[in-house]
């Protein structure tokens, strides 16, 4: 199955924290997909790490390269004008921030260009609420069992 990754919880790969283990099952037992926003998003996450005084300058860029050897082998979704379009819509009916309606709208564009189920894999207990509501199997807090 083809899962979709959201920045909150790919981000569980490179931190260690509650969730990280169901996270690397989902990445080693799927084909991987996610945003070209993601990037940007997680190296916002990292760095508000660092300010926080929760990982170290080293621990950044070595994150930081990880991240873009890991999303070489992701199925990246491109921010183009249908995605932004679904973001808009998906704004509409849903009280979500403009990251996690672009995350959304990624997740259902591929979803529907493939023609099968996606799996979206989050750790928001909002966008997952969301992402159910417009169709998507989710895992991840909020989701059902989880």
Known sequence: M???FDSSALVKCYVREP???EVLTLLQDNTPATSRFTSVEMASA???RCREGRLDDSHRHRFLRELDDDLDSFYLVELVPEVARSARELLQRNPLRAADALQLASSLVLQR???RPVLFVAFDRGLNAAAGREGMQVSGVGAQGA
């Open 113 to 115: 260009r493939l023609e």
């Open 2 to 4: 083809i899962a979709y």
């Open 19 to 21: 969730g990280s283990d």
């Open 46 to 48: 990292i760095a508000r």
